[in-house]
């Protein structure tokens, strides 16, 4: 259960809020409806009960607000917009690490795929699908982890009638289990025909919150849509009629030559037009909603096709008033012309005209090709326990044929996860997301051959001592072209969070976790690791290939050198990790470690050797007094190693960055936690 309390957004400059104290409540086992035109507030709301934007109110999800659950992800299910995530990773790949990261068994990603019908698609592409596969692969997000709560805004923008009605069957499926569903929509047909309550939105304000049945007696009518030179004329002649024949029918002038009429049929109102000899451009049985201005984005003109309107961009409002414009609806049943002058009795009265019939009224819930068969849980997409079961034999359609379609397949069954996450989920996470996509290999591949060809090269120029003809690092480059791969595929590790946001499927933000920051240093670790010894090996390799064995001999004091070189890969790597999860951006991770030998170094090298009244003469020497005896076991001698490391001005400088970023990254982080 859903309930929202005073939701409002924060004052923009001059204007007024976007949402201003909505509340409403969204029950379990039912589906609820957030509609409103488009900038109504209806993202706005969604993003306020997330907690994604700044502003006032609360709500609670099964009685705690969402900063009180331990995992989100577990208890409420959102889907803003596209699937997040990066487009080069395959389906079933995106939600293998979505499993690891809600901390769910892998198999649940095949559960899921078929219960979407993405089976066949899971080995595609992200970037590939089309936009209902997407919102497919997208409820198969929110579904991973079993959430009781779904979040959806606008979850059937864009899809066909087959897929919308595939989407909202999933939907209902889900509420008879027992789960509480809450989409946004801006038609409200859909609406009505798929919710079982509707909260409706006016410019940032809740102006109805009814049951599905109020709502399409109370804001959805069907009305007759007229175009005619003489409106005027017509709605009088009209009113006139209806005070005559004491019928109820409300006669609306939009402006100009339009009118809309409500409880009057297309028969009547050309039978009188025809007998006092109007021209009719247009009459058309309409249903939508109604309200001041809704009419306003229509296109003007006497084409039938001129006066559609786009899907979704339909104000809703309170009831209308004699003077209010009523929209037209996008689905219309096909106009005809009535041209009372051609025809040759057309001036005289006629006692006994013939009967004009334009077709019957569509009520929401009359539309064959838009409905589908319930779920295989037994409960009619209605929600009412009077609405015809599935398995019944429907009534043929007296318009058009009906339109079966397939039958759902049955949700994925629940799941039962541990109540803590443990400690190796980042990291199945973080293994999962850098060996989803092929960047990482291409790095390393580019590296690699760069290095080798460096290595060539200074060995045909000479006068590059060997440890540097090993590394492939010039006296002219600042860092060596491995150590410029660690530290992109550093800044890719948290970057690509950003850019392609894979932990945002659960609250639209990258999580600042200080389990995940130590998962994404240790595979950068490893991976940069990897990547210095393969450089030393191919570049030895190469020489060996291309000069012979003498310049690829290993110098005699390989092990400071090799502590040294894996330092410098490693704190490069490392650099890009903290850089981009501070700046949240990859360029600026990667510029993070070009910083480092370019101008943290010469600063350090000038305060370290620059004039001064008292030097720290020997330093080392009381340092190793003071701290070596006390290693057992030899352990001095590796100690020994890490402080040439850290004294030569490249490690010294890399340390203090590391040391400057990681306090940035611990600030940022405490300071969101308290936020």
């Not at 409002?317 to 689905?331: H, K, L």
């Not at 090269?457 to 060997?466: D, E, F, N, S, Y």
Request: charged content about 20%; hydrophobic content about 40%.
């Amino acid at each position: 259960m859903i309930q929202a309390f005073g939701l409002t957004s924060n004052p923009r400059k001059e204007l007024p809020p976007a949402v201003d104290d909505v509340s409403f409540e969204a029950r379990a086992g039912r589906i609820t409806a957030l509609l409103g035109a488009p900038g109504a507030g209806k993202t706005t709301v969604l993003r306020l009960m997330l907690e994604l934007q700044q502003g006032r109110g609360i709500t609670h999800f099964r009685g705690r607000p969402l900063h009180r659950i331990a995992h989100p992800s577990r208890e409420v299910g959102v889907l803003l917009g596209d699937v997040p995530g990066h487009p080069a990773r395959t389906v079933r790949g995106h939600l293998r690490m979505l499993c690891a990261a809600a901390g769910v068994p892998v198999r649940r990603a095949d559960e899921v795929l078929e219960a979407v019908g993405l089976v066949s698609l899971r080995e595609e592409r992200l970037g590939t699908l089309s936009r209902g596969m997407d919102r497919r692969l997208g409820l198969a997000c929110v579904l991973l982890a079993d959430p009781h709560t779904l979040v959806l805004d606008a979850p059937a923008d864009g899809l066909s009638t087959r897929e919308g009605a595939w989407l909202h069957g999933t939907l209902r499926a889900h509420a008879a289990q027992g789960g509480t569903v809450l989409f946004t929509t801006s038609d409200p047909k859909e609406a009505a025909r798929t919710a079982d309550r509707v909260a409706t939105l006016e410019q940032g304000r809740l102006v109805a919150d009814q049951e599905a049945a109020e709502f399409s007696r109370t804001r959805l009518r069907p009305r007759v849509a007229v175009r005619s030179p003489h409106a005027a004329r017509l709605a009088v002649l009209l009113a006139k009629q209806a005070r005559t024949a004491q019928l109820s029918v409300e006669v609306v002038r939009e402006g100009g030559n339009r009118l809309s009429v409500y409880g009057g049929t297309c028969a009547d109102i050309g039978e009188i037009a025809f007998r006092h000899g109007i021209v009719v451009h247009q009459l058309a049985d309409e249903i939508g909603d109604m309200g001041p201005g809704a009419g306003r984005d229509r296109a003007s003109g006497p084409s039938c096709d001129r006066h559609r309107v786009e899907a979704g961009r339909i104000p809703v409002t309170r009831e209308p008033s004699p003077s209010s414009e009523a929209p037209t609806d996008p689905t219309v049943e096909p106009c005809s012309t009535l041209d009372p002058e051609s025809h040759p009795d057309a001036p005289k009265p006629v006692t006994d005209p013939p009967s004009l019939s334009f077709g019957q009224p569509q009520l929401p819930d009359a539309e064959p090709d838009e409905l589908s068969d319930a779920p295989s849980t037994g409960r009619p997409r209605g929600g009412s326990p009077a609405a015809t079961a599935p398995s019944q034999p429907r009534p043929p359609a007296r318009a058009r044929s009906v339109r079966t379609l397939d039958a759902l397949p049955p949700l994925p069954p629940p799941i039962s996860v541990r109540p803590a996450p443990s400690p190796l989920r980042p990291l199945r996470y973080e293994i999962r997301r850098a060996a989803g996509i092929g960047t990482g290999f291409l790095t390393g591949a580019v590296t690699l051959a760069v290095s080798a060809m460096i290595a060539v090269v200074l060995a045909r120029i000479g006068h590059t001592p060997q440890p540097r003809l090993l590394a492939a690092w010039p006296q002219e480059l600042p860092l060596p072209p491995a150590a410029l791969g660690a530290g992109l595929l550093g800044a890719l590790a948290f970057g690509d969070e950003f850019r392609h946001p894979a932990l945002a499927a659960d609250r639209g933000t990258v999580p600042r976790r200080l389990a995940l920051l130590a998962a994404k240093l240790l595979v950068s670790s490893a991976t940069a690791l990897v990547l210095a010894v393969l450089t030393v090996g191919c570049d030895a390799e190469a020489l060996y290939l291309v000069y012979g064995r003498e310049l690829a001999q290993v110098p005699t004091d390989w092990l400071p050198l090799g502590a040294g070189w894996i330092g410098l890969v490693v704190g490069c790597a490392w650099a890009g990790v903290l850089a981009a999860g501070v700046f949240r951006s990859t360029t600026a991770g990667l510029a993070a470690v070009g910083a480092v030998p370019l101008l943290v170094v010469p600063v350090v090298h000038k305060l370290v050797n620059g004039p001064s009244v008292r030097t720290a003469a020997g330093l080392p020497m009381r340092l190793r007094e003071a701290l070596l005896p006390r290693w057992p076991f030899g352990g001095e001698r590796y100690l020994e190693a890490a402080l040439k490391v850290i004294s030569q001005p490249v490690g010294g400088a890399l340390t203090l960055s590391l040391t400057a970023l990681l306090c940035a990254y611990l600030l940022t982080t405490l300071r969101s936690r308290f936020r």
